[in-house]
């Protein structure tokens, strides 16, 4: 669905990639992860034609990025971080058709669009509510319908759920998932490890260089001493099981997607 082909890109004199090649497969889930400054944003645009790559060539969904770029932007839908920033009306219905007007849909075909878009979030009969009165979450459940109103194959989000709380982020979690169970491909650029259990492959930027992993693989490596900085926040209670893991060598790779039974297991064993 995405393929990148040998891509050299640099900044003036900063180089970020050099023979990068990289394929992602549709309808699945990849997390994308790596430190600040990695270059993950950049990826990012590259793939959405906001960038040129010096060499090498980037097909999206077997189309040539070069050749057509409206073309293969068209099947990209992107969510950003701050849902603030990318919102642009205060009605939940107006917000939606504002991303579908450019493309001179008929209004009637529009308005079915908007309701299915809205069940697809949660938001069913919602479509006169203000913006302005959601939270945080449902503002980037928005973002995503608006994202998703030219029906995209692929759904790219940039940090989008940083800013949220730990529930909101699950709600939005359950929808990418669904979303994905319906054969979308999904990247979502994240720093939380929770978020990991969630996807089908975690892809690692470092040095320019991106290394696949299944997300019970990481979570292993995690475990163990081979811990690379790959810019993740890992929680309290995961930090812990690990160095009590590293002093006992307990096998606790079963437990990797589950804290509490991992803790669970740890207090049995004192
Ligand atoms: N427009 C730009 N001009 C010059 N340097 C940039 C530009 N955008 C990003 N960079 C640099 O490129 C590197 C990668 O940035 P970015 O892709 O935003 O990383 P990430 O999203 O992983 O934090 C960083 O060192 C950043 O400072
Ligand atoms: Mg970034």
Redesign the pocket.
């Known amino acids: 669905m995405i393929k990148l082909d040998d891509i050299d890109f640099s900044y003036e004199e900063k180089t970020i990639f050099k023979k990068l090649s990289l394929t992602l497969e549709k309808g699945k889930f990849y997390t994308l992860l790596g430190k600040?400054g990695s270059g993950?944003?950049?990826l990012?645009k590259l793939i959405l034609g906001i960038e040129k790559p010096k060499n090498g060539e980037i097909y999206i969904d077997n189309i040539n990025l070069r050749a057509n770029l409206s073309e293969c932007q068209k099947q990209i839908g992107m969510v950003f971080q701050n849902p603030d920033e990318q919102i642009v009306t205060d009605i939940i219905e107006e917000e939606i058709a504002f991303s579908m007007e450019n493309y001179g849909l008929e209004s009637k075909a529009m308005l079915k669009k908007i309701d299915e878009l809205l069940l697809e979030i949660g938001f069913e009969g919602r479509n006169d509510e203000k913006v302005s009165k959601l939270s945080g979450g449902e503002k980037q459940r928005l973002c995503i319908a608006s994202a998703l109103a030219l029906d995209p194959k692929i759904l790219i989000l940039?940090?989008a759920t940083s800013m949220l709380d730990p529930h909101n982020r699950k709600i939005i979690l359950t929808l990418l998932k669904k979303l994905k169970e319906k054969g979308m491909t999904i990247v979502l650029?994240t720093h939380h490890l929770k978020e990991i259990e969630y996807c089908d492959e975690v892809l690692l930027l470092k040095n320019g260089e991106i290394d696949f992993k299944g997300p019970k693989e990481l979570f292993n490596r995690l475990l163990t001493k081979g811990l690379v900085d790959i810019g993740l926040d890992l929680p309290v209670a995961f930090k812990v099981a690990r160095d009590i893991y590293l002093r006992t060598e307990m096998d606790l790779s079963e437990d990797v997607f589950n804290l509490n039974k991992m803790g669970e297991n740890l207090w049995k064993s004192l």
């Open positions: 600040n993950k944003s950049t990012l940039d940090e650029i």
